[in-house]
């Protein structure tokens, strides 16, 4: 039986591209919202979800972090993609009728100097695959939509231009979740430990608990908080640390975080992409 992995978004999202590079073996199970791709591996609908965590251009994806720990699924790869916008039109539409393009908010952004240049005004559709899709359906041969070549493959449409993106090196790394975690060693990078707390409530806290980390020379790659139940007192931290648990120098960064931390939740050990360094 073919294995799937879900992701969100309709068929040509980043997200599907992410699936294809990663796991060109499984099958893509499009979702509509992030919860249902959850929900789909939870379910045994599929095997392993796509998540995107942030892109180098943008920062971190909304509601991402909220979802990650309550989904009771852990993170057991991660994967770095190189986001490619291109100009996607009707087959025998021309660059120079092109007067509207349409894409989610965040693409429209990244293409500001191309879209001015060539005077295109920016309509904000709800995602980029749907916007090619809207764009097949409608029959418009003046506008276009910002998507990736996949999405234009899938819909029947033309690149007009290709990798029209302000910035050289767009990227966006995904997390790959799956109902079971594996803590063991794997892949020729190092490994990566993800994981959330909630500091004690004492002074100089959040000081203290990274304070391990620094003096076991731990590189920390990321560190965001996030308030818990709509209060401004209780704060979690969702941290990235490189290396794996078993190793003595993040053993003895960890006991230290757990002194000074009222809960600690892993939600994955990792191999870490090539891509990353």
Known sequence: MTKRIAFQGEPGAYSHQACRETYPEMEALPCRTFEDAIE??????ADLAMLPVENSTFGRVADIHHLLPESGLYIVSEAFVRVHINLLALPGAGL?????????????GQCRDFLARHGIHRVTGADTAGSAKHVAETGDPHLAALASELAGEIYGLDVLAHHIEDEGNNTTRFLVMAREPDWTR?????????????????????????????????NMTKLE???????????????????????????????ELDYFTSEITMLGVYPADPRRH
């Open 96 to 108: 120079d009728g092109i007067d509207r393009a349409m894409s989610h908010t965040m693409l429209l």
């Open 225 to 255: 908080s996030y308030m818990l139940g709509g209060t401004f007192h209780a704060t979690q931290f969702y941290a990235d640390i490189e290396g794996h648990p078993d190793d003595p120098a993040v053993r003895r960064a960890l006991e």
């Open 40 to 45: 789909a591996v939870r379910d045994g609908t």
């Open 186 to 218: 794997r892949g020729e990078d190092g490994m990566m430990t993800t994981f959330v707390f909630e500091v004690r409530n004492i002074p100089a806290a959040l000081y203290k608990a990274m304070g391990g980390f620094a003096t076991n020379g731990v």
